[in-house]
């Protein structure tokens, strides 16, 4: 009797007129890609909304309609290269970080710095939706105050620098381990206070969404420096 060898372990046996086969990589590329697809509308929402651009603006900056824009957020319209190049063109960030394309090969976690109003971001989640955070440098010349409002609740941990921050009527400068939180909806801007750069966390959630702190020191007791 023959003896099945090398046989993948991912292989699935299907009996077929009685003669069983295997098929290597159950896996539907199909549904990989069609899973990819769904997730670029919330991506360009949420893109959209970080950079603080109207529709009306970046129809202006594409060339593509209004209309158009809506639906690929909202996922009425696939997404295609033609419309994509222009908008990834006008965020100035690379095309497979609008679909969300894998590295191939390598499964080391590649950072992507870019420059966002002269600011460089480096995106640490690579999920769509949920908790989303990048590390921003800031460079002393960012330290003209622009005022804006997005949906969402932020968080700000200054890692090096000085940041200053306006939340409404509040003006402060935070310093290296101080952590600022707030609404979005209310108006706001940070930046450098033009002494040194800063380095922040910036940790963005859901309206709505507080940070949750599980373990706190008890009362009297001291945390290991």
Sequence with gaps: MERATDVPESATFVAETGKPRFHEGVDDPSARIAAALDEVGP????????????????????????????????????????????????????????????????????????QVNGRTVIPLTRQPGGVQVWKIVIPTTKNKVEMKTHEGYEWLYVISGRLRIVIGEHDIVLGPGEVAEFDTRVPHWFGSNGEVPAEVLSVLGKQGERMHVRARPKAGERQSS
Excluded at 45 to 59: G, Q, Y
Excluded at 61 to 74: A, F, M, P, W, Y
Aim: net charge positive; glycine share 6%; proline share 8%.
């Design 43 to 114: 991506r360009l929402k949420r893109l959209r909304s970080m950079r603080s651009v109207s529709l009306v603006d970046l129809a202006d900056r594409t060339g593509i309609s209004k209309s158009t824009l809506s639906r690929l957020e909202t996922g009425q319209r696939k997404p295609s290269l033609q419309l994509l190049l222009p908008l990834a063109q006008a965020y100035g960030v690379p095309l497979d970080e609008l679909v969300g394309a894998p590295e191939v090969g390598d499964p080391r976690v590649h950072l992507k710095p870019h």
